[in-house]
């Protein structure tokens, strides 16, 4: 292993305003990181690095653990104008801060080009959604194709036996030889709503060793090996919107988006106009220009009329929606088949929200899920993660949500 980095040093220089560290068990940390891969000491295992501290952490973990570890880097845009952005992942300074990482752990390291995949599978998909008067999770688009689909394949080609991850969240091995995706033990950082998308093939494969950490922890675990990203800030932004202005790329990318159109309530009455229906979406109130007295949102966007609809806040509450692009991690051979008898489901609509009690519905071959009570912040486009009431830690699928009918 390579010389490191005094810890004091580290932290001497924060890259940002320090972040809470906590002193690590380093012995525990190496334990928990075996357990979590369940392989042999010394089998490869590739390890997903965007250059932040908690992939960092996970491969130095395992390298400490006594795997041969392969550090792969996905370069998954044009980078110049992210270049001195921090906080966006998979930029150029994350594409040297893994290069950096690898080599002060002494490990082998390699940066894939996927820009043309990464354009084809997530922005691309990112801008026609707004077009659609849908709200996109481009980081679901993601995991769901580049990282877990195509990373894996390269993953496998370099003979690994398993490829490692920094999200937190947990894999689980059953007696019968099944695998669980679970809740990370710090729900303020648990990402399976992210992952849901996740097949049970890839499930086979993946392994997140950080599951059991929160994330103060990790940060020590870095200084103490006297990685300088240890004080690196988390991800804000969407990676590929370095500025935060997501609206200036769909424009860019979409240009018929800006057309303008009417803002009309939802009892028909014409209140004001639009610039362009990718300025809104589901829920928002900011930013209308209109008043009629009494607050309003946004609950439905058409965009073959370029008209957004808006209403009292009643209108967004949720009596059921239907799901597309689902995957299943149940017990059941199928979520069709949980749907056709109606099993109870916990519903997290967004990843800032709390699952809701609901079941899941069949209509027609469509799965669908109708709430106990009605749910707020539902829109088309964006995730719904399925837990099980049973064991609430257990993500049991979902889908996108593409249909929503409301309360009233």
Known sequence: MAAMTPAADILAEPLCPLPEIAVPDMDAAVEAARAAVGLPVGSRIV?????????????????????????????????????KKKGACCAGQDIHDARLAAETLGIPHYVLDYESRFRDAV????????????????????????????????ARDLGAAAMATGHYVGRAVTADGGVQMRKAIDPSRDQSYFLFATARDQLDYLRFPLAGLEKPA???????????????PDSQDIC?????????????????????????????????????????????RRGLNVAVGEPLFVTRLDPEHRRVVVGPREAL???ALTLDETNWLGDEASIEAAAAVGAPVLARVRSTRPPSPARLTLTDGVVGVAFDTGEEGVAPGQACALYDPADPHRLLGGGFIATTTSVA
């Open 47 to 83: 390890a997903a690095m965007s250059g932040g501290v908690d992939s960092t952490v996970v491969a130095a973990l395992l390298h400490r653990a006594g795997y041969d570890v392969v550090g792969v880097t996905l370069q998954l845009y044009d980078h110049g104008a992210a270049l």
């Open 123 to 154: 922005i691309d998909q990112f801008a026609d959604a707004y077009l659609a008067g849908r709200t996109p999770v481009p980081c679901i688009r993601c995991n769901q194709t580049v990282k877990f689909r195509d990373l894996l394949d390269v």
């Open 218 to 232: 990790v940060r020590g675990v870095a200084a103490a090996l006297g990685l300088r990203i240890a004080a690196k």
């Open 240 to 284: 590929f919107v370095p500025n935060g202005d997501y609206r200036t790329l769909i424009d860019r990318l979409r240009p018929q988006g800006r057309e303008a159109g009417e803002i009309v309530h939802m009892d028909g009455r014409v209140l004001g106009s639009h610039a362009g229906i990718t300025d809104y979406t589901i829920g928002q």
């Open 317 to 319: 509450l949720t009596a």
